[in-house]
């Protein structure tokens, strides 16, 4: 009875942990207490967290051409307000060669770096750029 009973309770767990992650309101889960009504605080650290992100998202950060960045601004984005900051930049690829300029959103949740989306949309419609020359001087 003790092996079928571990087994059953094996069996069980992903179930359990699958009703306890589960929420009422079909929404997705969110790991912070911000619903995406209220105002965001301003992400005082935000080229720094930028930099950090941008040399791990990027397979070869260096020669990174035309960067260029937008002031953090207050938009709603999936139903949530947030700041987002547009970018805009021109990787090196594997080859060494260098194709289209690319533009990403930055989205800060709490004063911190939240995810990047590549689909930018309307999100960055009417961005104000600004040049970015930190971004071309990362290094491996």
């Known amino acids: 009875m ?4 571990k087994r059953a309770a ?7 942990l699958a009703a306890c992650a589960g929420n009422n309101d079909g929404g997705s889960i969110s790991y912070t207490d911000d619903r995406g009504v209220a105002n965001q605080p301003y992400p005082d650290n935000y080229r720094a967290e930028i930099l950090a992100f941008m040399k791990t998202y990027l397979n070869d950060p260096r020669g990174i051409r035309d960067a260029a960045m937008a002031e953090p601004v207050q938009r709603t984005v999936g139903g949530r307000l947030r700041y987002v900051s547009c970018l805009r930049f021109t990787p090196r690829e594997s080859d060494g060669s260098y ?3 690319r533009e990403r959103a930055v989205l800060y949740v ?3 770096l939240d995810r990047l ?3 930018t949309g309307d999100i960055c419609a009417g961005a104000v750029y600004a040049p970015f020359p930190e971004l071309g001087k990362l290094a491996r």
């Not at 003790?2 to 009973?5: K, L, T, V």
């Not at 094996?10 to 359990?16: D, E, F, Q, S, Y």
């Open 99 to 101: 194709r289209e300029l």
């Open 10 to 16: 094996t069996l069980m767990l992903p179930i359990a």
């Open 2 to 5: 003790g092996i079928s009973a």
């Open 110 to 112: 709490d004063r911190r």
């Open 117 to 119: 989306v590549e689909d």
